[in-house]
């Protein structure tokens, strides 16, 4: 029996519940799958014939270590899930420049890239007028390195003052990105599309709680399962197979003038929602087996 390891973070050492789903289906499949907590410096990682990165949510707050850490995986010729070059392009969310010219559709957004070697006053973007130049009404300062809504703001050409600190110190850190804010997400609601091993799995549409924007169930948001329309199942399909092949992927999206417009390709930590589905966890596993040269 091959034994893998599901990476997650010390907060959730023993995985997720809706991980945990994961384990009995690669049993089945003759696979020993066990947690393994990605920054615990004596795991012993050439033990294990593959690593799948699973609840890493705090690999944000240290890239730099996370980063090493995939590095290091490599070097002792462990396997890593997704592979380890689509998880140093997707940590950064400046992926998204390199999938536009591939046909997919982003959210209008603008990058506000520091140059090192320029001074701090040549470089100063005032958020307010940048806000007044794009005709944008309200827009969403997000970190490039980020996740669960961390450092997210939602600003409106009115109080963007308010944020121009939080901009700047974005920009001198991890980097910041400006995005429209997609008013279809509070009326109706953002979508993620689960894909295994390249093929659609299931879908959920996200909620904001009343009065929000942020669609995580940390801070009230909503899901259930929904049949995705056609032109967001195609869209979402659209955006996998751009990139190379994936065990994984979760295509967070919003429906707006008619069009999905990505938000994020996410192919690293993502929740995957095997709960919601009564297939998904089977499908994983699946998707695990065929990586590791098993026939499921």
């Known amino acids: 029996m091959k034994r893998i390891a599901l990476a997650t973070s010390s907060k959730y050492a023993q995985l997720t519940e809706d991980d945990r789903l994961l384990l009995a289906p690669l049993a089945k499949l003759g696979i020993h799958a066990e947690p393994a907590v990605w920054d615990d410096a004596p795991t012993e990682w050439s033990r294990y014939a593959a690593v799948v ?8 707050l240290k890239p730099d270590l996370f980063l090493r850490w995939i590095l290091a995986l490599e070097a002792k ?11 140093r392009w997707n940590a950064d969310k400046a992926y998204l420049r390199d999938l536009e010219p591939k046909g997919i559709h982003i959210v209008p957004t603008f990058w506000a890239d520091h140059h090192p070697h320029t001074s701090r006053e040549e470089t100063r973007i005032r958020l307010k007028d940048k806000l007044r130049e794009l005709g944008w009404h309200k827009a969403v300062v997000k970190p490039r390195i980020s996740a669960t809504a961390h450092r997210t703001l939602l600003v409106s050409a009115i109080d963007a003052e308010d944020a121009q600190s939080h901009f700047d110190d974005l920009r001198r850190g991890p980097g910041a990105m400006v995005q429209k804010f997609m008013e279809g997400i509070a009326s109706e609601g953002e979508w993620s599309l689960i894909f295994f091993a390249g093929v659609f799995s299931h879908a959920v549409l996200k909620r904001p709680r009343s009065g929000d924007f942020r669609v995580q169930n940390d801070f009230g948001g909503t899901s259930q399962v929904e049949d995705p329309p056609p032109n967001v199942l195609a869209a979402a399909t659209l955006a996998v ?5 994936t065990i994984y992927a979760r295509v967070d999206g919003v429906v707006e003038g008619g069009d999905f417009h990505l938000m994020e390709l996410e192919l690293i930590e993502p929740a995957l929602f095997l709960a919601d589905h009564p297939e998904a966890a089977g499908r994983f596993a699946s998707a695990i087996a065929s990586a590791l040269g098993y026939a499921p």
Do not use: E, T
Not at 53 to 60: A, I, K, T, V
Not at 77 to 87: D, I, K, S, Y
């Open 77 to 87: 010729g462990v396997l890593v899930f997704n592979a380890a070059p689509l998880v």
């Open 241 to 245: 197979q751009a990139v190379d092949a």
């Open 53 to 60: 990165l699973r609840s890493c949510w705090d690999y944000h």
